[in-house]
T-cell receptor, first 116, second 109 residues
Framework: GAVVSQHPSRVICKSGTSVKIECRSL??????MFWYRQFPKKSLMLMAT?????????EQGVEKDKFLINHASLTLSTLTVTSAHPEDSSFYIC????????????FGSGTRLTVV | SQKIEQNSEALNIQEGKTATLTCNYT??????LQWYRQDPGRGPVFLLLIRENEKEKRKERLKVTFDTTLKQSLFHITASQPADSATYLC????????FGAGTRLTVKP
């Protein structure tokens, strides 16, 4: 149990276009999901906390108008990279916790975004 | 400011030996600490969680210790195998999950 599905796994887009990444909890409900960004050989940097039914909480330095987060249901959060630029190219990962005792967070398999 | 430090960027060991990874933190008072494994191009996979009132936790060949006085956790892999080669991340949950930079472990046959 406790599976998080992330889609797409890879996407290439042109500069100026928008890309939507989906994160689904398949067998549990998640009122909170987290979005991370990871550069090569670097650790995960928390971008924002996605809250079901309310606005996301963004980390300092993360542009909320560029990285739109929607958490419309207890099993789905989406991250939309708007007007993408090559510097937005990165590995994006979502996570959620089933809040079982002694259980950590489950991560999606990540999305490799390349903006050309 | 809050910091999570994994003091070795990379660790190389011989198969069969015990790998020991260190995680230190400052300006946190975590209720628990977690360890994850990440393979290239994949999301992290949860390994172990240890609570502040637990000194040690084991799972198969894995052992984690947690010293809240030293603000340190040690992660051990005994009888290491080449398949254990990966990046290992420690993480603290203070309402949101934050990660150390990770230690890239290579186990050589």
């Amino acid at each position: 149990g406790a599976v998080v599905s992330q889609h797409p796994s890879r996407v290439i887009c042109k500069s100026g276009t928008s890309v939507k990444i989906e994160c689904r909890s398949l067998d549990f409900q998640a009122t909170t999901m987290f979005w991370y960004r990871q550069f090569p050989k670097k650790s995960l940097m928390l971008m924002a906390t996605s809250n079901e039914g309310s606005k996301a909480t963004y980390e300092q330095g993360v542009e909320k108008d560029k990285f739109l987060i929607n958490h419309a249901s207890l099993t789905l959060s989406t991250l939309t990279v708007t007007s993408a630029h090559p510097e937005d190219s990165s590995f994006y990962i979502c996570s959620a916790s089933p809040r079982f005792a002694n259980y950590g967070y489950t991560f999606g398999s990540g999305t490799r975004l390349t903006v050309v | 400011s809050q910091k999570i430090e994994q003091n070795s960027e990379a660790l190389n060991i011989q198969e069969g030996k015990t790998a020991t990874l260190t995680c230190n933190y400052t300006n946190y008072s975590p209720a628990y600490l977690q360890w994850y494994r990440q393979d290239p191009g994949r999301g992290p996979v949860f390994l172990l969680l240890i609570r502040e009132n637990e000194k040690e936790k084991r799972k198969e060949r894995l052992k984690v210790t947690f010293d809240t006085t030293l603000k340190q956790s040690l992660f051990h892999i005994t009888a290491s195998q080449p398949a254990d080669s990966a990046t290992y991340l420690c993480a603290l949950d203070g309402g949101d999950m934050r990660f150390g930079a990770g230690t890239r472990l290579t186990v050589k046959p």
